[in-house]
């Protein structure tokens, strides 16, 4: 009968080879779902047993090496899930030519100049403002003036912020005193990959640096507290974590410290962007009409009619 390690590490190849079949095989998106739904059921199992085995460290760094390599393979993959990265390499294309990305929309008049065969054309809603804040708009940048129109200048970022993100795990649970069998949490999951690694969507950026600003926060705060603007700068909803910031500290002062350092740098991070356009315009609206594109809300819009009523 197989041991618990030995099943580990047979689950371990088994996620490692549906990434492989998705890259290798078929990276279509009847194979993207069917990859992903696989890799997902293994990682819960896995998640559980690396609870109860115990796993040496030269073990975890081959096996996160292992994970890194069909990483690095990913960048030559297109997109399958998401056509996100269209419109962050319009926005990227157009603030490396000096043009406020919020400005204008796309398809407007005034960017016919930096149209090309794939862009503008490529991506979803050319009719409404940029939605990205200030952050990924400085992603989008350096990713085109990497790439060019091609995804694999924005891959190249995020597979850089992995690396960031697992190398500093290992140091954060050597810190904790916590087994470094638990970047396995993160290195072996399906949503890192598929998400990032496949669909280059710019949020890991984010999450790299609220990752610092959890390293940082019981010695450095102010850093920390720096860091975590850092990621509001790249995704509003990076604000979940301010709560927990929040309500772990005793005092009122270092509780009112985690809301005004992050929102105070949010709020500067927009001034630039402010002279020749609204940047929260697009945001104010979507919050207003925005639905998700999940299987509970179209299943909740057979019944009701107000989607504001779903949405909550």
């Known amino acids: 009968m197989m041991g618990k390690r030995n099943l580990l590490f047979f689950v371990i190849v088994l996620i490692l080879a549906s990434y492989t079949s998705f890259i290798f095989v078929d990276s279509s998106i009847e194979s993207y779902f069917f990859t992903i739904s696989i890799a997902s059921f293994f990682y819960l199992f896995a998640c559980l047993l690396i609870l109860k085995v115990e796993i040496k460290l030269n073990e975890i760094i081959w096996i996160t090496f292992a994970f890194l390599l069909i990483k690095i393979i990913a960048i030559g993959i297109e997109p399958t899930g998401s056509d996100d990265y269209y419109r962050y390499l319009w926005d990227g294309k157009v603030l490396v030519n000096g043009i406020n990305p919020f400005q204008y929309p796309p398809d407007s008049e005034a960017l016919n100049h930096l149209h090309s065969i794939l862009l503008p054309g490529e991506v979803t809603y050319p009719h409404i ?82 990752f610092f600003s959890i390293y940082f926060f019981r010695d450095k705060k102010l850093l920390a507290a720096i860091f975590l603007g850092f990621s509001l700068m790249v995704k509003p909803t990076f604000i979940i974590a301010i709560p927990v910031f929040f309500f772990y500290e005793k005092q009122l002062s270092n509780k009112l410290f985690w809301l005004f350092i992050p929102t105070l740098l949010l ?28 299987a509970g809300y179209n299943v909740l819009t057979n019944f009701i009619d107000d989607t504001f009523t779903i949405r909550i």
């Open 129 to 210: 403002n940029t939605i990205y804040f200030p952050l990924s708009q400085a992603a989008f940048g350096l990713a085109y003036l990497i790439g060019g129109e091609s995804v694999w200048g924005l891959k190249i970022i995020i597979l850089l912020s992995d690396i960031l993100i697992t190398t500093g795990l290992f140091f954060l649970l050597k810190k904790l005193g916590i087994d470094y069998k638990y970047v396995f949490i993160y290195v072996l999951s399906p949503l890192i990959f598929y998400q990032f690694l496949i669909d280059a969507h710019i949020d890991i950026l984010g999450i790299l640096f609220l």
């Open 267 to 294: 709020s500067i991070s927009f001034i630039p962007f402010s002279f020749s356009a609204n940047p929260l315009d697009t945001l104010e609206n979507y919050s207003r009409h925005w639905s998700f594109n999940g």
